[in-house]
């Protein structure tokens, strides 16, 4: 069975620095998709950035990258010249490919420090 | 983009009371969708995924005849929480799935709360 794991549940971050928040998965399969996702206090699931396991090359969405390792099955999310409004949940997903069921890692609860 | 709409996003009944969660894709067909609840600084537990002109498929241990699920056309799911008690309070959100392996694109969420 496919597992997503968040080891860090909180997070805090200043002004304009950078940090890096990481997820681990466990999978047997080759095709896969994993997802950053970020709920705000409003609860809404916002997508932050995709990963397609074929592509060796890591996503990159403005301020928000990834560190796609595949055979270390590892994801994290670097946010670079965090915001305020940064602070969140963040969740980490996986799908596997031919599938549709998301399995979502416990969050790390991020605060963005004036 | 792709939009999921949910109604309502807030309610407050008394227990024993059934309550239906609607799901609507606006500007695509979804022939699934999915159902989650989240209690609070938890992550989203799937409930059930949907899909279009048959039964749901529910997660181990969710109660099928506690969350009715009902997707009877390609842009709209139900879930009706029947007889809901304080136990059932908690925050349902919907996401719908797009083509191929695209994002599922997610519900704003309602809260329920049964008092």
């Known amino acids: 069975a496919q597992t997503v794991t968040q080891s860090q549940p909180e997070m805090s971050v200043q002004e304009a620095e950078t940090v890096t928040l990481s997820c681990t998965y466990d999978?047997?399969?080759?095709?896969?998709?994993l997802f950053w996702y970020k709920q705000p206090p409003s609860r809404q699931m916002i997508l932050v950035i995709r990963?397609?396991?074929?592509?060796?090359q890591n996503a990159t969405e403005n301020r928000f990258s990834v560190n796609f390792q595949k055979a270390a099955k590892s994801f994290s999310l670097k946010i670079s010249d965090s915001q305020l409004g940064d602070t969140a949940m963040y969740f980490c997903a996986f799908i596997s490919s031919g599938t549709y069921k998301y399995i979502f890692g416990t969050g790390t609860r991020l605060k963005v420090l004036a | 983009g792709a939009v999921v709409s949910q109604h309502p996003s807030w309610v407050i009944c008394k227990s024993g009371t059934s309550v239906k969660i609607e799901c609507r894709s606006l500007d695509f067909q979804a022939t699934t969708m999915f159902w989650y609840r989240q209690f609070p600084k938890q992550s989203l537990m799937l409930m059930a995924t949907s899909n279009e002109g048959s039964k749901a498929t529910y997660e181990q241990g969710v109660e099928k005849d506690k969350f009715l699920i009902n997707h009877a056309s390609l842009t709209l799911s139900t879930l009706t929480v029947t007889s809901a008690h304080p136990e059932d309070s908690s925050f349902y959100i919907c996401?719908?799935?797009?083509?191929?392996?695209?994002?599922?694109?997610f519900g704003d969420g309602t809260r329920l709360s049964i008092l």
């Open positions: 999978t047997s399969e080759n095709n896969y998709y």
């Open positions: 990963q397609e396991a074929y592509k060796q």
């Open positions: 996401s719908a799935n797009g083509q191929g392996n695209q994002p599922q694109h």
